[in-house]
């Protein structure tokens, strides 16, 4: 696939590979991101769940660390953006906002499973961007922190919001007002990450290695079951079960249905037509 941005490069794991790597890319700046990764990352979250070719997406960072937060000089161009009418200047913000939250949920529209593969420091808008992953994953030198009421700010881009269902409300509510730093050990303890490897090429690897798993399994279901969880997550029971049962009234009766079982009574190995 072409790369064509300035803040993140796909590359693609091998030439026959289903898993597709999304890198962000600024690493003289510890992935620190810019306004410029928010008009990126929704476009090419949608050319690589509207690409055939590609089954799961591995989210990772390149050089020493994940993402170290928001750029500062992002920040600082919000935080003086008060010319005007107070009124104006706050219906523009709110707008900024939800542009950002946007990008960020791109993530949960997306089709394909995103993984996160985090090393290093994942800081702030991190924290936003993986709980927003589908599953997360991270190395032993990985450290987190929900950094952003040290910097006067509330966080406004997901992870008040996601962090509650994946850690706890209480864990969440004491992690969001310390902003203390924690390491990959306790996220995993938290169960925000759900393995911790030795190292960086360990995690890539062994992230892959679950990445293509997935890959190979029948791609309605796979997409049905991210579908379904991101849907019953914020609905109660009743309205989860309805939910898959029309959604499996219009997907269940597929070639991959039929390839499925048919492969499990030869015992052979299932092909899938991509999506």
Known sequence: ?????????????SPNSGVFNLI????????????????????????????????????????????????????AAIANDN??????????????????????????RCRKPVLAAIHGACIGLGINIVTACDIRYCSKDAFFSVKEVDMGITADVGALQRLPGIVGFGNAMELSLTARRFSGEEAKNLGLVSQVFGSREELMKGVC????????????????????????????????????ATWNSSMLLSEDLTEAISAQKHKRKPSYSKL
């Open 1 to 13: 696939m072409e790369d064509k941005y300035e803040t993140l490069k796909i590359v693609q794991e």
């Open 24 to 75: 962000i890319n600024r690493p003289s700046v510890s992935n620190a991101l810019s306004i410029d990764f928010f008009h990126e990352f929704p476009k090419a979250l949608s050319a690589l769940d509207q690409n055939p070719a590609a089954t799961v997406i591995v989210l990772s960072g390149s050089g020493n660390h994940f993402c170290g937060g928001i750029d500062l000089k992002s920040l």
């Open 83 to 108: 010319s005007g009418d107070r009124g104006r200047t706050g219906e523009r913000l709110r707008r900024h906002i939800k542009f950002l939250q946007d990008a960020i949920t791109a993530m949960e």
């Open 209 to 244: 290695t679950v990445a293509e798993g997935i890959g190979e399994k029948p791609p309605l279901a796979v997409v049905g079951t991210k579908a379904v969880l991101i849907r019953s997550r914020d609905v109660n029971v009743e309205q989860g079960l309805d939910y898959v």
